[in-house]
């Protein structure tokens, strides 16, 4: 019986154990500019025990950013910081990939290159609130839909940006389709109204978070690029008419590519910002997605220490990707390996500030 605490073998990376620390948005890079420093750098070696390190969600261009203090990858201040944090990784015997992020219509005009409107697949508005750059909490803009020759310039920023994580010393990289963002917009029939080669059918609404993993490959190599999904969560106000049809030929295009891993939100958690109400009637991910895709499967969302031991024991999951814990628990893999109490997160403390709730919570020995 396989154990959370078995290697893992991810391409030619072997993962010491399946605990996995997510991407978790932490908005606490330095500013101006989005750039990772050594507080980033300490709070990534604090966890560095885990199978794999996956980063915050990093933005590959200005216009991706959605949240002040979210850290980029896409100036050269930011590619020097990041090195600050790999460095810092490997020293302490970790492994990091890098999520790359564009949030499409999750962002503000205070964010935009210009003072321009978010930009989106379909000029749809998010139900709710943004935070400008400044911090203020404003009701989303209704964003402008992209013009189809736009598109090959955002598929360059994500290869560009790869590039950069390379540079940066990152081990591999995540695109982020989940959690309702620019690829997951496209995916989605709720947020997608095109109807060009981007709108419409599976297929061409898949389009482009295939060019995006098609854009990465040739930069990493299949065996250092994972791709997040999140299926039937409603997370930033998505929706799609038949999830099981789209994420299942999604799944099966990125097995065609041979992408080393695919990342699963489990819909019972729907997103961590408003108080992450879980809904355990939700279909599970895992159960109705992990055979379409034939490599390595990571799965998030509102997994507790029994439930992710008993997720891998029964062979339902290949690691357990863990956010709220590993926020609060530096030595998480140690502390459940040998069953020590876990330290309780302060969910206040998610968001911006400094080394408060961030780099202060106690190992255990
Ligand atoms: C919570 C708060 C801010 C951003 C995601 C990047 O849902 C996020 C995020 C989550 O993937």
Sequence with gaps: MTSLFDPLKLGNLTLPNRVIMAPLTRQRSKQPGNIPWSLNAEYYQQRASAGLIISEATQISQQG?????????????????????????????????????????????????????????????????????????????????????????????????????????????????????????????????????????????????????????????????????????????????????????????????????????????????????????APSASALFRRAFRGVFLSAGGYEPDSAKHAIAAGEVDAVVFGRWFIANPDLPERLKQNWPLNPYDRSTFYGGTEKGYTDYPFYH
């Design 65 to 281: 950013q959605g949240y002040p203090g979210a850290p980029g990858i896409h100036s050269p201040e930011q590619v020097e910081g990041w090195k600050l944090v790999t460095d810092a990784v490997h020293k302490a015997g970790g492994r990091i990939f890098l999520q790359l992020w564009h949030v499409g219509r999750i962002s503000h005009s205070s964010q935009q290159p210009g003072g321009g409107l978010p930009v989106a697949p379909s000029a749809v508005k998010p139900a709710g609130t943004v935070l400008t750059a400044d911090w203020k909490s404003v009701e989303f803009e209704t964003p402008r839909a992209l013009e189809l020759n736009e598109i090959p310039g955002i598929i360059a920023d994500y290869k560009k940006a790869a590039e950069n994580a390379k540079a940066a010393g990152f081990d591999g990289v995540e695109v982020h389709g989940a959690n309702g963002y620019l690829p997951d917009q496209f995916l989605q029939d709720g947020t997608n109204k095109r109807t060009d080669n981007y709108g419409g059918s599976i297929e061409n609404r898949a389009r482009f978070l295939l060019e995006v993993v098609d854009a990465v490959i040739p930069v990493w190599g299949r065996d250092r690029v994972g791709v997040r999904l999140s299926p039937y969560s409603t997370a930033n106000d998505m929706k799609d008419s038949d999830p099981v049809k789209l994420f299942t030929y999604v799944l099966e295009e990125l097995s065609k590519r041979q992408v080393v891993y695919a990342h699963l939100v489990e819909p019972r958690i729907s997103g961590a910002s408003k108080g992450a109400p879980t809904n355990q009637e």
